[in-house]
């Protein structure tokens, strides 16, 4: 097991399995530097019935190795996207197009909205033959959350739309903001999360080819920590207030949407 930056690791000669009540108190206490090759080595030679390997991390270093993992006999369970997102030929070898044994399995997935079951719907749908042409929706949840909350009065005390700078910190306090911020803000994780369903759909599509529409740029600002963040978003509020202003003139709101369409045949 590893977790930040620690690593338990036991042969099965050790012990049976992991005790559940004590296992971080016993990582914290032997404080094992994570060493994927050890990591790697210890699930080959273990002597079980099948070897997985559950990667919820962000970690380049841990994306690097899924191919090999599978090459050795070991699944992969990941929501990574340094893994997901990353050259095409390469997402498609580990999704199942490559050499791969037919006993060994590559699941993946990533969170859409609020850990809504998009990426499922659509590989249901793929399976059961329907022909998807395209997808449109709102992919962040803090970025839908902010947007919501600057737009409507409903809610407030004084019966005004909620700040940006108030409404990105009621998000923040809420954990609906990736752990840097920045990733959501600049539009960089809804474009990751429309990547895998684009690919999911069978379009052949890299990460920079994604026309991306920040929602504030991020340069200079500050994500240190809540109230640093607070005020970066802040110098932010009266230029979002006039954009709110005039989508409402309009008849309108702001909404952050992704959308990706396969090209007609």
């Keep these: 097991a590893t977790a930040g ?16 009540s004590s296992w971080e108190a016993e990582m914290a206490e032997r404080q094992e530097a994570p060493d994927l090759d050890a990591f790697t080595a210890a699930l080959v030679e273990a002597d079980l019935p099948a070897r997985v390997v559950i990667d919820a991390s962000d970690s380049p ?12 006999g070991i699944h992969v369970i990941t929501n990574n996207s340094a893994a997901l997102t990353g050259p095409m030929a390469e997402w498609a070898q580990l999704a199942g197009a ?3 044994a037919s006993d060994v399995r590559y699941m993946y997935g990533t969170a859409y909205g609020d850990w809504l079951p998009v990426a499922s719907t659509v590989n249901t749908l793929l399976a059961a033959g329907d022909d998807v042409v395209s997808i449109d929706g709102v992919l962040s949840a803090s970025v839908s959350y902010v947007l919501n909350r600057v737009s409507s009065v409903d809610g407030t005390d004084d019966g005004e739309a909620s700040s940006l700078s108030r409404a990105m910190m009621e998000a923040y306090n809420l954990g609906l903001f990736e752990a840097d911020p920045s ?14 369903l684009a690919r999911d759909l069978g379009v ?19 994500f240190s ?21 005039a989508a409402r003139a309009a008849g309108c709101v702001l909404r952050y949407v992704g959308s990706v369409r396969r090209a007609e045949e």
């Design 5 to 20: 930056g620690s690593m338990l690791l036991a042969t099965r000669q050790q012990r049976s399995s992991l005790d559940l």
């Design 61 to 72: 270093d841990a994306a690097a190795r899924h191919r090999a993992w599978l090459d050795a």
């Design 98 to 100: 490559g050499p791969h």
């Design 183 to 196: 990733k959501d803000l600049s539009g960089g994780h809804s474009a990751k999360q429309l990547l895998l």
């Design 204 to 222: 052949e599509l890299e990460l920079s080819d994604i026309d991306v529409e920040p929602l504030l740029s991020t340069d200079g600002m500050d």
């Design 225 to 245: 920590g809540p109230a640093a963040v607070q005020a970066s978003v802040a110098a932010h509020d009266a230029a979002f207030h006039d954009r709110v202003a």
